[in-house]
């Protein structure tokens, strides 16, 4: 069945069988075989293990920092706790004392 859509292809203009394909101008950001296929070196493994031991020195001294700083969140709540109790104690004691100077 015929079809009423202009063709895409220009008749009067053919297309060259291999035409260049510069990936760059696609403003994509492709990483050449090269540089993904390349085994490391022995020497970078040894660079990557030093490196990796200090990365876990460091992540062992955050988690004891951590637990150091949340034990110290926990003593604070209670003191906080404990402060409120006596502060209500407190506010009790005035109370009953304005009440009785209030009587007199």
Known sequence: MPSSRAEKSRPGRPRPAEEPHDIN????????????????RKEMEFMNQGLMEELESRI???????????????????????????????RSRVDAILGKLEGL
Not at 30 to 36: G, I, N, Q
Not at 63 to 87: D, G, T
Request: glycine letters at 4%; a negative charge; aromatic letters at 8%.
């Open 25 to 40: 101008q696609l403003g994509l950001d492709f990483a050449p075989p090269a540089e993904y296929s390349v085994a490391p």
């Open 60 to 90: 062992n001294d955050i988690v004891e920092k951590y637990s150091a700083l949340k034990a110290e969140n926990a003593r604070l709540n209670e003191e906080i706790q404990r402060f409120s109790s006596e502060r209500d104690g407190l």
